[in-house]
């Protein structure tokens, strides 16, 4: 059997729930990708936060280092929300801090709208992993659909 991390960062919840969807689907752990300093609760200065960020392809720091627990796991599924049509720049210091060799990982996004808009593809490069099919979220959760795709995606 193998062993499955559902790892995500969430600012607003949305992604969080997504998270717990398909932990419970594949019967895994969930871990919170957490930054040593909280985003802006304020979604204004969450948004320019987060456009700093990304114009400066920043890897914020994490609060806590995600290595042993991602060192377990066979296969992480890593969820997120998409910001400024990517993953947020956390998601990248979280993929810096572990090693992925040998393991699958499998993204899953919520949105206001936008598709994964190439974060897909960003965090398989970033990771050193193949592109897997992820799941996009927008708008309003679908947790039958969810839990669907996630028991797919690990057979
Ligand atoms: C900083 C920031 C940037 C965002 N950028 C986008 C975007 O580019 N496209 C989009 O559809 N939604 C965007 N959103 C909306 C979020 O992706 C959406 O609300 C998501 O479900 C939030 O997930 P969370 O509750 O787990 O934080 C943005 C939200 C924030 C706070």
Redesign the pocket.
């Known amino acids: 059997m193998s062993k499955i991390l559902v790892a995500y960062f969430?600012?607003?919840?949305?992604?969080?729930r997504a998270a717990e969807a398909v932990a419970r689907a594949v019967g895994a752990k969930t871990y919170e990708i957490e930054p040593s300093e909280k985003y802006p609760a304020d979604?204004n200065k969450?948004?320019a936060e987060?456009k700093r960020e990304r114009e400066a392809d920043a890897r914020p720091a994490l609060k806590s280092s995600p290595a042993e627990a991602v060192k377990e796991a066979d296969i992480v599924f890593l969820g997120y929300?998409?910001?400024?049509?990517d993953a947020p720049m956390l998601i990248y210091s979280f993929i810096d801090a572990c090693d992925f060799k040998g393991k699958r990982v499998i993204p899953f996004a919520?949105?206001?709208?936008?598709g994964m808009?190439g974060s897909d593809e960003r965090i398989a490069k970033e990771a050193g992993v193949k592109k897997e099919t992820g799941y996009i979220s927008?708008f309003r959760l679908n947790v039958s659909e969810i839990e669907k795709w996630a028991k797919n995606a690990v057979g």
């Open positions: 969430s600012q607003s919840g949305n992604t969080a979604y969450c948004i987060a929300p998409i910001w400024w049509y919520t949105s206001g709208g936008s808009s927008r």
